[in-house]
Each structure stands twice: as C-alpha cells, then as structure tokens.
C-alpha cells in the first residue's frame, strides 16, 4: 500500500511541538489522514488511473476554511518543521453544521459525481456512527512512518484529553477499525473501553468499534 509518505531520516523526541495545523500543511497531512482510515477513503471517493483521488480531495478539502477536513480541524506534531503526526478533534454538537461545510467541499472537487460520494458516504455512516454528544471526538490520528514508536499517537490523545477536560466534556471518544487490533490495544491501554461494535455492511470496508473514555 503506497501512502505517498515521503520517509526521512528517524526522527528523536527532542524538538516535538504540538501546534495547530496550517492550509500549507496540505500535501503532508492529506496522506497522513488517508492512512487513518484508506479502506473508507478509498471506497467513498474512489480512485483514478495515475493518481489516488481520495488523497487529492483531502489537499483540496484540508485548505478551506471549515468542513471535516479542513485545517481549523487539526493539529499537529512538528519535528524540525516537518509534520510526522497529525489528529482531528470535533465536537458532536457542532457535527451538522461541519457536515454541510464538507458537503460544499465534495461539491466543489467532484461537481456532478457527489451523488455517487453521497450514496457511498452514506454505507460509511452505518460503520461510523456520531458519538455521544458530551465527547470530545478523536480522530484521523495518525503518525508518519520515521516517527512511529515514539509515543506520539499517545502523546496527542493526552493533548485532546487536556482540552476536553479544560472545555468541560465528559471525556474523549474515538472509532477504531475491527482489523486494527494494535490501535485498539493502544487506545485500552490509555483508558478507552468499547461501547458498541458496528459491522460493515460491504467487503471493501472494515467494521468498526465504537470506544469511549469517560474521565
């Protein structure tokens, strides 16, 4: 699987900032994103000859201003500049007025083909359904391949738990795919527990469990 991750040299602890993600961060973060999840990214936006387009909406969605993907939405982890990890954080209260946000984006970069983004979009929705509205939702967490083994994937978790507690939530919430056992290990380790588990209705996606920590 090619995540079109450009590999440099190992990255140490020493230097590692956590700070909000910025519209130039497109071309680094859109493959990070993408790998948080590809199954689904590729199923909902597709493929192209010579290029993945799933990858290449998510430059074009991460510049503007709102919607799911946008950069308002992130943050990252910086070595020396460079971005190695990234992760979304949202509010469930806010989640419609995010929805027609990225609704807009889809329209802008698939013009006439977002029915078909639509209808896709809507299996996805059976897989990953909205968490309980007093969580602070984690997602799109990922960490670029010379950087992984570092702690940083736990190291935003407890950045989004200083902000859910700072903002008043419940605790934090994630879905983590059921054939990604050593995600969920991480995250139980950290003090998640799963709370519902929701089967893929179609091959090309794996199912997912829902998992919540509650402070």
Known sequence: MNLALTMGPKVVKQDLVIEAARPTDAAAIAP?????????????????????RAQA??????????????HRNHLTIRYQGRVVASMFNYDNRGLGRMHWATVMSVLSYFHWHILGVAKRSGIIDQVIKPAAEDMLVVAHLAVAPEAQGLGLGSRLISHAENIAREHGYAGLALDVAMDNPSAQRLY???????R????????????????????
Do not use: K
């Open 188 to 194: 139980e380790r950290l003090g998640f527990c799963v």
């Open 32 to 52: 990070l994103i993408y790998s948080s999840g590809h199954q689904a990214f590729d199923y909902v936006f597709g493929q192209r000859r010579g290029g993945n």
């Open 57 to 70: 909406y998510l430059q074009h969605a991460f510049v503007r201003n709102s919607g799911q993907f946008s």
């Open 196 to 215: 519902a588990e929701h089967p893929s209705p179609i091959g090309e996606v794996p199912g997912h469990r829902y998992m919540e920590w509650r402070f």
